[in-house]
Structures are given as C-alpha cells and as structure tokens.
C-alpha cells in the first residue's frame, strides 16, 4: 500500500469511447503527475499539477485531458483513442516544498488496452 | 540536460547469484538518486535513496552506493531470489522540487 490509489486497474475500450481514470492520494502532498510507460519504451511524463494547477504538459495529444479537482484527486479523461494509445498509465504523487528529495509515490496503474 | 543510462536488459540469473545494475548519471547539480522496482501487473515501488556523495541505500539486501566521482549508483545484491524478479529503474531528481528523470529500467529473471 502506496499511499496512491488508482482505478480502474484495467480497462479495455473501443476507439470511440469516452472514459476516465482515477488517482487519489492520500499522503498528503501537493504534486500529482501522469506518466505512460508502454512495451519496451522509457517512462514518458505526461502531465504535472502542482497545488492544482498544470505546471508540465508534455506534448500529449489533446484526446487526453487531465483534471485536477483539488490536492488528493486526480483523472485523466480519454476519448476518442487510439490503438497505440494501450498502455500501463501510472499516476505518482510527491510533496513539492524544499524539503522534497524529488521521490515519487506510484500507484499501481491502470492497464488500458484500446481496440 | 540530466539523462540516467542503466545497463540494458534482460539480466537473466540463478537463485544464489551476485547482482550488479549499472547505472550512471549526467546532471546539473547535486541530484538525489533512486533505484525504484515494478514487479511483474504492478506499479513503480520505491526500493532505496540516497542524497549525497558517499551515502549507500539499502533495502531487502540491494544496496548502491552514491558515487560523485564516477558518476554512478549501481544496485548490487549479494543473492538474488526468484521473487526479486522485476524491472529496475535508476533515477534522479535536483532538489528543491525538480521532475525525477528516470532510466530506461532493466528487466531481471531469477531462475530457481
């Protein structure tokens, strides 16, 4: 137990979908992040919210929309995806004050298959 | 900018083996360093830190030492069970709030 709750852990839908991961952490700190971690490539950051607001949105195609109601949630909203969008999404949490050493708290994922 | 470069996989051993991952580092700074494990259906588990030259991680028998020298923090564990079998990733992070800045991970199999 991570302290970093994500759902659902699997998901399979169809190109014309509309769905929505879930990440909500419970540690207490105040920067949450989407990274995508596909076969056989590097961790590629996607999205960083520091204190709610997007502070890093890394040249990631506009049929992911990320959310960030307050500190302990965070969403990613997917629609209209495609194939190659299939992947391990991971969402991590990390205090953002002087005294971070920069660690991050992973959840365990959502598996996304798009069909 | 800062860029971590790890051993490429897969690492394939015997129950009982000695362990190394290398891993090295470029960056701006003073980073903290991070060996992070993802078992197999799982999330990024933080598995040791360390924050400054010459400290040495350790956790569940992996250790790494930080060294400013080499630029390096290679994981080592003296023998591997069937259940360290996982991906590893080095990492980094500059202080006062930076992004981490992972590796590409290695995969490592023990077999019984």
């Known amino acids: 137990e991570t302290g970093v709750t994500q759902t659902p852990r699997h998901l399979v839908m169809g190109m014309t979908n509309k769905k929505s991961l879930k990440c909500e952490q419970h540690?207490?700190?105040?920067?949450m992040y989407w990274y995508k971690q596909s076969a056989k490539k590097p961790l590629e950051l996607m999205f960083v919210?520091?204190?709610?607001?997007?502070?890093e949105n890394n040249s990631v195609p506009s049929r992911f929309s990320p959310e960030c109601p307050n500190s302990s949630h965070l969403f990613l909203h997917l629609h209209t995806l495609q194939p190659e969008d299939s992947a391990l999404y991971l969402c991590?949490?990390?205090?953002?004050?002087?005294?971070?050493?920069?660690?991050?708290?992973f959840g365990e994922g959502s598996r996304l298959t798009v069909l | 900018g800062d860029s971590v470069t790890q051993m490429e996989g897969p690492v394939t051993l015997s129950e009982e083996a000695f362990l190394t991952i290398n891993c090295t580092y470029t960056?701006?700074?003073?980073?903290?360093l991070f060996w992070y494990v993802q078992y197999p259906g799982e999330g990024l588990q933080l598995l040791l830190k360390?924050?400054?030259?010459?400290d040495k991680g350790s956790n569940k028998g992996f250790e790494a030492t930080y060294r400013k020298e080499t630029t390096s923090f290679h994981l080592e564990k003296g023998s591997v069970q069937v259940s360290d079998s996982a991906v590893y990733f080095c990492?980094?992070?500059?202080?006062?709030?930076?992004?981490?800045?992972f590796g590409e991970g290695t995969q490592l199999t023990v077999n019984p």
């Open positions: 991590a949490s990390s205090p953002r004050d002087r005294a971070s050493t920069g660690e991050l708290f």
């Open positions: 540690l207490g700190h105040n920067a």
């Open positions: 919210y520091s204190l709610e607001e997007r502070v």
């Open positions: 960056a701006t700074g003073y980073p903290s």
């Open positions: 360390a924050t400054k030259a010459d």
């Open positions: 990492a980094l992070a500059v202080t006062s709030g930076s992004r981490l800045t």
